[in-house]
């Protein structure tokens, strides 16, 4: 148990923005502004991702937020994925440490190779913890408001493990992966971020009655480090009933922690809760890097160019970024005037009722920054 706390410390302590911040380099650039500037890693990504980060350095060039993109296109269904550009984004990682990333699409065909270059980019940085903070926003009405739940999910392993074969004709034999450090670490990583983050009780969500080595693996390491944190409340719930849960009494949830393929489940069923894909942030961590991305991962493909996607996901999960790298002032004017407008109610995208584009919505969250200038 002294070797486990001693690692549950270490997990957070790499993750910590202080901790962070002291690996980011300052971004190169010919001109003065760009020099003081943080280097963040871009990736578009597909569907609705480049009008999304478009709507993202329109807001934050309003906000003069001091960060330098390094931008990269990386997808397999426009023809810009190869293990160069791959290599490239791992490279840009290396340097800047923070990435935002659009949701990269993985097309259904199979064509020799099983895991996705999204998958392979998570598994290339060790992004094992994934974040989704389902939040209310005051102003829009949803069955269930006044929310606030954390969702924690392992992705570097589980059902995306990418094994599959074919056995013999006509059968296909897919292999779950749970390993016993990868379950530790991501027990570990919840417990660590519930305590930072003053949270009371963490649920770890499984099919141990039904898998019970792989999952009932999960769960014991969930149990084991559960007892390093008294002050912590835990309990556990099988996976299909925390569906049935979420959607009748989700107040009674407060950190969630699960293997792969709940938490990809989970994350959108809960999305859904507060208003859709277009408005839960998410986050992922490895020891060294942190990516900030959409909670719900949609590419939203029908959408393309008919300036109606919602960018407050986008631009709620880029002000996490500005967060972690400790640019606390930017962060909170951002999200302050994200928040504004929403809960004006005026200004709404079509996944929330409304009739407005998203140039209308990024201009009025640039409106609602200037009130900020004058203070």
């Known amino acids: 148990q002294g070797l486990l706390r001693a690692q549950s410390l270490g997990v957070w302590r790499g993750l910590r923005s202080s901790a962070a911040l002291q690996q980011i380099p300052r971004a190169k650039s010919d001109n003065a502004r760009s020099e003081s500037s943080f280097q963040v890693t871009m990736v578009p990504g597909d569907g609705v991702g480049p009008e999304l980060m478009h709507a993202v350095k329109e807001v934050f060039k309003a906000a003069s937020v001091p960060v330098a993109f390094d931008?990269?296109?990386?997808?397999?269904?426009?023809?810009?994925?190869?293990?160069?550009?791959?290599d490239e984004v791992i490279g840009s990682m290396k340097e800047s440490k923070v990435a935002l990333i659009g949701k990269i699409h993985t097309p259904m065909e199979y064509k020799g190779e099983l895991a996705s270059y999204d998958m392979r980019l998570r598994r290339k940085l060790d992004l094992f913890a994934n974040?989704?903070?389902v939040k209310s926003l005051s102003g829009y009405q949803t069955r269930h408001n006044n929310l606030d739940l954390v969702i924690i999910r392992e992705q570097t392993e589980g059902e995306y493990s990418a094994r599959e074969h074919e056995s013999v004709k006509g059968v296909i034999e897919c292999l779950k992966i749970i390993t016993r450090a990868k379950s530790q670490r991501i027990a570990k990583f919840a417990f660590d971020y519930a305590t930072k983050k003053g949270r009371s009780k963490v649920t770890a969500v499984h099919k141990a009655n039904i898998m019970k080595l792989g999952d009932g693996l999960f769960l014991r390491c969930c149990e084991e480090v559960a007892e390093l944190y008294p002050k912590i409340k835990f309990d556990t719930m099988i996976i299909d009933n925390c569906c049935m849960q979420l959607v009748q009494n989700p107040y009674q949830f407060d950190v969630l922690v699960m293997p792969n393929l709940y938490g990809n489940i989970v994350d959108n069923l809960a999305a859904g809760l507060v208003g859709g894909a277009g408005?839960?942030?998410?986050?992922?961590?490895?020891a060294e890097y942190a990516v900030f991305e959409m909670g719900?991962?949609?590419?939203?493909?029908?959408?393309?160019g008919r300036?109606?996607?919602n960018p407050t996901a986008m631009l709620l999960s880029a002000s996490n970024m500005l967060r972690h790298l400790n640019l606390e002032f930017h962060a909170n004017l951002?999200?302050?005037?994200v928040k504004k407008v929403i809960k004006g109610g005026k200004v709404r995208t079509r996944d929330l009722g409304g009739y407005s584009t998203t140039s209308d919505f990024v201009k009025s969250v640039i409106d609602s920054l200037h009130p900020h200038y004058g203070a």
Do not use: C, T, W
């Open 71 to 86: 931008e990269h296109h990386l997808s397999e269904v426009q023809n810009m994925a190869s293990e160069a550009k791959l």
């Open 131 to 133: 974040v989704v903070h």
């Open 279 to 286: 408005v839960v942030p998410g986050e992922s961590y490895s």
């Open 296 to 304: 719900a991962r949609h590419p939203f493909a029908q959408a393309v």
């Open 307 to 309: 300036n109606i996607a």
């Open 334 to 337: 951002i999200s302050d005037a």
